[in-house]
């Protein structure tokens, strides 16, 4: 009953296996079909749909909406057989496995199977793992670690295991995240057990171990099944001559997939949360946003009977991070942090870039790729390699929607923390039409060249560049007499968003600044006053006003100053200003953006590089290096995004920034700017601390910070 599926091109093999293709290996074939999506990712754990006759394009206000119901929170993916869906939701204080109709959303069963788990760290709450259907069975974990199985139609318990008891497994920090695997006549997962039980195999029908394997943390992501190479044959490869590749926290392992036996291991893509990505039977691809890692194809191959594998290329601008990248006829389309990309798989080069989703998901089908924004919205993508081409958008949902879409026979399916949407995405029939494509204005932005190569425009001298710009954002003499600003508006992390303000102050002895927003249901305050800086932050477990070290070498002080300045700090070049030098790099290119780029290096040796629009003379991006407590406090790459600029009192001031470093994004959406408002010194003093409280131990606070896990808890969706 198997079958070979070659369903991507790649290069000189001109063909690429999906081994979970082999439909044989996935269950049983009589009880799954082409249209279902029965597993994390679909049948083959790899994004794809294998269906046609979709829609090309979606009217303004989205593809034809089939149903909608309320659905309790958690990260789980919809899985559908036949005509019934299975999920996850946190509902009446339980994590309970549900099943509904397809073509109603109306429920059929629901069994409970957790505690109320509720993540301590504020990212989300109720189960991450996705079920797997298969043989009239449905798998699936708990966030506190419990796997069982049920009977897809009754939702009978047929068997569990808590990896707890049984393995001596520790839940993660932000809960079980990993979905279970069926292949052939068994069922996979990763643990996280000790003595050699960090990934099982347990039997389907009776849950009975059948292999164990590995020690170490479970990590969040799912493994994904591939051919290998060298197996003898023309045909496919058997179950016994595959690869079970893993990102485990550790780096990545290769199990065989019988008996657990490791193959080979590669340290790559270190805490990835993404998928690996099979690109051909012998290469895939690998990427993290730890640290900002990237993305790296992988080869593998077999020399004497031994396996080894090797990197191909890497890309440090493809940064999957809790959602998984696809492979389409050669080329790679995902998300480096928040922007959709597409490479070329063979060389890793750059072909587009779009900004406009956040940190998203996506699946493709039929030559598009359906696309879900971590904030709600959905849009239809052409998979073409030569330019973006946005073919439709709509907002689907309002929450945070970290969980990855699913296409089965002619539905989309998403899902947020309190909502599960159907979608028909089928072709209108012949008298019907869905009409012509209507896309928001500055929404569509297409890259015909890679950002690796320089674009056109004609670069001064650098004291000609930096008078340009001080020109465009308003004036030097004007930004030297501003005295104070106060900018509202929504701030964005984690996909929750929020007011904030923002104030600055300058006084004869010293610039004075604060920013308060929420994050994560605390709030946050980032400040500067006559003493020095201060802040709190819940995140790292800063509730109380402690002050921060502001001296060149340590860790978060001087970014944060330099998030507090009021005037841009290319405007200092302008001003003469001692310790700053800027050196013009050239021509540049950003997303599809040609820019002239600068390099500035300031008085304590840090370096940042500018890129500027040639036309406008304003920012596009800068690019810096900063620490970040909750990613483990090492040093990472920081881009900012700078966009719609507007003048208010004959200034030019950004109204939307965004913010990436490793796997974190955040984002700035200024509504209402005040210049040389009245503002007090009292607004920006610390406030002492309760009487009850001892002295500050920020330092201390801030080490045990940077020994924290790295990913914000967007376990494998």
Same mark, same amino acid.
């Given at each position: 009953m198997s079958r070979w599926i070659e369903n991507q091109k790649l290069g000189r093999r001109g063909w690429m296996v999906s081994l979970i293709g082999l439909v044989g290996l996935l269950g049983s074939v009589e009880l799954t079909t082409a249209a279902d999506w029965p597993a994390f990712r679909g049948a083959a754990g790899d994004g794809i749909a294998r269906e046609t006759g979709l829609a090309r394009a979606w /009217?303004?206000?989205? /593809? %034809?909406?089939?149903?909608?119901? $309320? =659905?309790?929170?958690?990260?789980?993916?919809?899985?559908?057989v036949g005509d019934r869906l299975f999920t996850t939701e946190l509902t009446r204080g339980e994590q309970r496995v549900v099943s509904f109709g397809t073509a109603d959303g109306q429920p059929i069963w629901s069994y409970s199977f957790g505690t109320?788990?509720?993540?301590?760290?504020?990212?989300?709450?109720?189960?991450?793992?996705?079920?797997?259907?298969?043989?009239?069975?449905?798998? $699936?974990?708990?966030?506190?670690?419990?796997?069982?199985?049920?009977?897809?139609s009754s939702g009978e318990l047929l @068997?569990?295991?808590?990896?707890? &008891?049984?393995?001596?497994?520790?839940v993660p920090r932000f809960g079980f995240g990993a979905s279970p695997m069926v292949i052939g006549d068994q069922v996979v997962i990763e643990t996280g057990g000790t003595e050699g039980r960090g990934v099982v195999a347990f039997d389907p029908t009776s849950g009975e171990v059948k292999w164990t394997s590995q020690d170490g943390p479970a990590s969040y992501a799912t493994p994904v099944l591939m051919a290998g190479s060298g197996h003898g044959s023309d045909g496919p490869p058997t179950l016994a001559e595959s690869h079970l590749v893993l990102n485990r926290r550790s780096g990545l392992v290769a199990l065989a997939p019988l008996t657990g036996e490791l193959l080979w291991q590669h340290a790559s893509a270190l805490d990835a949360i993404a998928m690996p990505v099979v690109l051909g039977p012998d290469r895939f691809l690998t990427s993290s946003a730890a640290m900002g890692d990237g993305g790296h194809v992988i080869a593998i191959q077999q020399r004497e009977g031994q396996w080894s594998a090797e990197k191909v290329w890497s890309n440090a601008r493809f940064r999957n991070h809790f959602n998984t990248s696809v492979a389409v006829d050669g080329f790679i389309y995902g998300f480096d942090n928040a922007t959709l990309r597409c490479l070329d798989g063979t060389t890793g080069e750059a072909r587009w870039a779009h900004r406009g989703f956040g940190k998203g998901s996506l699946v493709t089908a039929d030559g598009l790729l359906f696309v879900l924004g971590d904030q709600g919205q959905l849009g239809l993508v052409a998979a073409d390699p030569t330019e973006l081409r946005l073919l439709g958008k709509v907002q689907a949902m309002e929450g945070k929607s970290w969980t990855s879409p699913t296409l089965a026979d002619g539905r989309l399916y998403v899902r947020d923390h309190d909502e599960l949407v159907a979608f028909d995405v089928r072709r209108p029939s012949a008298s019907g039409s869905a009409g012509r494509a209507q896309v928001a204005a500055g929404e569509v932005d297409t890259q015909r060249k890679p950002e690796t190569q320089q674009a056109t425009a004609s670069p001064k001298d650098a004291g000609e560049v930096v008078a340009a710009y001080a020109a465009a954002r308003g004036g030097f003499e004007r930004w030297t007499k501003l005295k104070a600003l !106060?900018?509202?508006?929504?701030?964005?992390?984690?996909?929750?968003?929020?007011?904030?303000?923002?104030?600055?102050?300058?006084?004869?002895?010293?610039?004075?600044?604060?920013? &308060?927003?929420?994050?994560?249901?605390?709030?946050?305050? @980032?400040?500067?006053?006559?003493?020095?800086? @201060? @802040? =709190?932050?819940?995140?790292?477990?800063?509730?109380?006003?402690? !002050?921060?070290?502001?001296?060149p070498g340590s860790a978060y002080g001087p970014q944060l100053l330099?998030?507090?300045?009021?005037?841009?700090?290319?405007?200092?070049?302008?001003?003469?200003?001692?310790?700053?030098?800027?050196?013009?790099?050239?021509?540049? =290119?950003?997303?599809?953006?040609?820019?002239?780029?600068?390099?500035?290096?300031?008085?304590?040796?840090?370096?940042?590089?500018?890129?500027?629009?040639?036309?406008?003379? #304003?920012?596009? *991006?800068?690019?810096?290096?900063?620490?970040?407590?909750?990613?483990?406090?090492? %040093?990472?790459?920081?881009?900012?995004?700078?966009?719609?600029?507007?003048?208010?009192?004959?200034?030019?001031?950004?109204?939307? =920034?965004?913010?990436?470093?490793? *796997?974190? #994004?955040? &984002?700035?959406?200024?509504?209402?700017?005040?210049?040389?408002?009245?503002?007090?010194?009292?607004?920006f003093r610390m406030p002492p601390a309760p009487a009850s409280e001892q002295p500050s131990e920020g330092a201390d606070d801030q080490k045990e910070a940077s020994g924290q896990e790295q990913d914000e808890g967007e376990s494998e969706r």
């Amino acid at each position: 009953m198997s079958r070979w599926i070659e369903n991507q091109k790649l290069g000189r093999r001109g063909w690429m296996v999906s081994l979970i293709g082999l439909v044989g290996l996935l269950g049983s074939v009589e009880l799954t079909t082409a249209a279902d999506w029965p597993a994390f990712r679909g049948a083959a754990g790899d994004g794809i749909a294998r269906e046609t006759g979709l829609a090309r394009a979606w /009217p303004e206000d989205g /593809p %034809p909406e089939l149903w909608r119901r $309320t =659905i309790g929170e958690g990260y789980s993916g919809i899985v559908v057989v036949g005509d019934r869906l299975f999920t996850t939701e946190l509902t009446r204080g339980e994590q309970r496995v549900v099943s509904f109709g397809t073509a109603d959303g109306q429920p059929i069963w629901s069994y409970s199977f957790g505690t109320d788990y509720q993540d301590a760290s504020g990212f989300g709450n109720g189960a991450r793992s996705t079920p797997a259907v298969a043989d009239g069975r449905v798998f $699936t974990a708990s966030a506190d670690s419990v796997l069982v199985a049920l009977d897809a139609s009754s939702g009978e318990l047929l @068997w569990r295991s808590d990896f707890k &008891e049984a393995f001596g497994a520790a839940v993660p920090r932000f809960g079980f995240g990993a979905s279970p695997m069926v292949i052939g006549d068994q069922v996979v997962i990763e643990t996280g057990g000790t003595e050699g039980r960090g990934v099982v195999a347990f039997d389907p029908t009776s849950g009975e171990v059948k292999w164990t394997s590995q020690d170490g943390p479970a990590s969040y992501a799912t493994p994904v099944l591939m051919a290998g190479s060298g197996h003898g044959s023309d045909g496919p490869p058997t179950l016994a001559e595959s690869h079970l590749v893993l990102n485990r926290r550790s780096g990545l392992v290769a199990l065989a997939p019988l008996t657990g036996e490791l193959l080979w291991q590669h340290a790559s893509a270190l805490d990835a949360i993404a998928m690996p990505v099979v690109l051909g039977p012998d290469r895939f691809l690998t990427s993290s946003a730890a640290m900002g890692d990237g993305g790296h194809v992988i080869a593998i191959q077999q020399r004497e009977g031994q396996w080894s594998a090797e990197k191909v290329w890497s890309n440090a601008r493809f940064r999957n991070h809790f959602n998984t990248s696809v492979a389409v006829d050669g080329f790679i389309y995902g998300f480096d942090n928040a922007t959709l990309r597409c490479l070329d798989g063979t060389t890793g080069e750059a072909r587009w870039a779009h900004r406009g989703f956040g940190k998203g998901s996506l699946v493709t089908a039929d030559g598009l790729l359906f696309v879900l924004g971590d904030q709600g919205q959905l849009g239809l993508v052409a998979a073409d390699p030569t330019e973006l081409r946005l073919l439709g958008k709509v907002q689907a949902m309002e929450g945070k929607s970290w969980t990855s879409p699913t296409l089965a026979d002619g539905r989309l399916y998403v899902r947020d923390h309190d909502e599960l949407v159907a979608f028909d995405v089928r072709r209108p029939s012949a008298s019907g039409s869905a009409g012509r494509a209507q896309v928001a204005a500055g929404e569509v932005d297409t890259q015909r060249k890679p950002e690796t190569q320089q674009a056109t425009a004609s670069p001064k001298d650098a004291g000609e560049v930096v008078a340009a710009y001080a020109a465009a954002r308003g004036g030097f003499e004007r930004w030297t007499k501003l005295k104070a600003l !106060r900018l509202t508006g929504s701030y964005s992390a984690f996909s929750q968003e929020a007011p904030f303000e923002q104030l600055h102050l300058s006084t004869p002895d010293g610039h004075l600044f604060r920013l &308060e927003f929420e994050s994560l249901g605390g709030r946050v305050t @980032w400040a500067k006053d006559e003493e020095g800086l @201060w @802040w =709190i932050f819940p995140l790292l477990g800063v509730t109380e006003p402690q !002050r921060l070290d502001a001296e060149p070498g340590s860790a978060y002080g001087p970014q944060l100053l330099r998030r507090a300045e009021l005037k841009p700090l290319l405007l200092q070049a302008r001003g003469g200003e001692s310790g700053l030098q800027v050196k013009l790099l050239g021509a540049g =290119i950003v997303g599809d953006t040609p820019t002239v780029d600068l390099e500035l290096t300031l008085a304590e040796g840090r370096k940042e590089i500018w890129h500027l629009d040639p036309e406008t003379w #304003l920012e596009v *991006a800068v690019d810096s290096t900063i620490h970040d407590f909750s990613q483990m406090g090492e %040093p990472m790459d920081e881009r900012i995004f700078y966009g719609d600029f507007r003048d208010v009192g004959g200034l030019k001031i950004p109204h939307r =920034i965004a913010y990436e470093f490793g *796997a974190r #994004l955040e &984002e700035v959406q200024v509504e209402a700017v005040e210049v040389d408002p009245t503002l007090g010194r009292e607004r920006f003093r610390m406030p002492p601390a309760p009487a009850s409280e001892q002295p500050s131990e920020g330092a201390d606070d801030q080490k045990e910070a940077s020994g924290q896990e790295q990913d914000e808890g967007e376990s494998e969706r």
